[in-house]
């Protein structure tokens, strides 16, 4: 497809479940960011990646959370041990710039990740 | 880090008015300034940005001004239509893009 794509939409978990969450950036973008959004919230950075390398983890709110970006392509986003306050949109933006900061950003729609 | 305010945090205005967001940062070397847009069940989407060595940009009914020396900026939104209520973000950018809190913008047709 033409634009950025996150899978699943939708997923509810358990406390405790590990998930992950997958993005398909534009092809051919070198930089790939992971947002998490709060109902009623602006979204919050998680971490950036460059092709596969992933130069800023800064976001990431515990060591529950893991990106990869193996292929410098597809990414996933990992969340082990799920617990309540992880509830959230979880959006994923790729960029064609090689700074990956001061270019635009195209969003996927998101995966609404809920935990019960 | 970067501490970004958005104002106000809801907006309702009467369709053909203008509507007009402010966005406040601290970072004074934020160097890149984009408004982006959400609507429901969406990712957010750039309408547009603005680079610190200019004072303003326009496209279309949309504008951007930029004070540097104030450290803010604003999105300017002229002949309102229902299709531009959203929610809008300023994403000021010095080390990385910060999103505020975003503004809820109601166009009432």
């Known amino acids: 497809g033409a634009g950025v794509s996150q899978s699943p939409r939708y997923k509810v978990a358990k406390r405790g479940q590990d998930v992950a969450l997958r993005c398909d950036p534009i092809?051919?973008?070198?930089?790939l960011f992971w947002y998490q959004q709060a109902l009623g919230q602006g979204p919050e950075f998680l971490t950036y990646f460059q092709n596969e390398a992933q130069l800023d983890k800064s976001g990431l709110p515990s060591d529950r959370f893991f990106a990869e970006r193996p292929e410098g392509s597809v990414s996933t986003l990992k969340i082990q041990r799920t617990q309540q306050e992880d509830s959230a949109v979880y959006l994923c933006?790729?960029?064609?710039?090689?700074?990956?900061?001061?270019?635009?950003?195209?969003f996927g729609e998101g995966s609404r990740l809920t935990v019960l | 880090g970067e501490n970004v305010e958005q104002h106000p945090s809801t907006l309702s205005v009467q369709e053909g008015d203008s509507a007009v967001i402010k966005c406040t940062y601290s970072?004074?070397?934020?160097?890149?300034f984009p408004w982006y847009k959400q609507e429901l069940g969406k990712g957010p989407q750039l309408i547009i940005d603005i680079r610190s060595n200019v004072g303003e940009k326009k496209d279309q009914r949309i504008a951007v001004t930029l004070n540097k020396t104030a450290k803010h900026f604003s999105l300017h939104i002229t002949e309102t239509q229902p299709e531009d209520s959203a929610v809008y973000f300023c994403?000021?950018?010095?080390?990385?893009?910060?999103f505020g809190a975003g503004t809820i913008l109601r166009v009432k047709s």
């Open positions: 933006a790729s960029s064609s710039s090689g700074t990956g900061r001061t270019g635009e950003l195209f």
């Open positions: 970072d004074s070397a934020s160097n890149y």
């Open positions: 092809s051919g973008h070198v930089s």
């Open positions: 994403a000021p950018y010095g080390n990385k893009l910060v």
